[in-house]
Nanobody
Framework: QVRLVESGGGLVQAGGSLRLSCAAS????????MGWYRQAPGKQRELVAT???????NYADSVKGRFTISRDNAQNTVLLQMNSLKPEDTAVYYC??????????????WGQGTQVTVSS
């Protein structure tokens, strides 16, 4: 059984910072791309940032220059440092990872979500 557990959400004023953390645990052979997605009320889930096992990153245009994604391959964790937060960043943030649970078999896993609220 593989689990993704997130932490670090909360309430912050506009212009402030938060750091989200996500740890993968369980029967893990290898973790490929990890990332963060978010879903605001009434909107579809959208990509925030991803990072490959080699460290290549990809960001949504709306967060470029403000958010930084990083990972620790040894610990199977991914972090999202969010600076200069805006009210429009308010959403539930979900951790995602493509994890191999056997040498040849893998699938997408999702965390339970953590609420980020940015007040104006």
């Amino acid at each position: 059984q593989v689990r993704l557990v997130e932490s670090g959400g909360g309430l912050v004023q506009a212009g402030g910072s938060l750091r989200l953390s996500c740890a993968a645990s369980g029967s893990i052979i290898r973790v490929n791309t990890m990332g963060w997605y978010r879903q605001a009320p009434g909107k579809q889930r959208e990509l925030v940032a991803t990072i490959t096992s080699g460290g290549n990153t990809n960001y949504a245009d709306s967060v470029k220059g403000r958010f930084t994604i990083s990972r620790d391959n040894a610990q199977n964790t991914v972090l999202l440092q969010m600076n200069s937060l805006k009210p429009e960043d308010t959403a539930v943030y979900y951790c995602n990872a493509y994890i191999y649970y056997t040498i040849y078999q893998g699938t997408d896993y999702w965390g339970q979500g953590t609420q980020v609220t940015v007040s104006s």
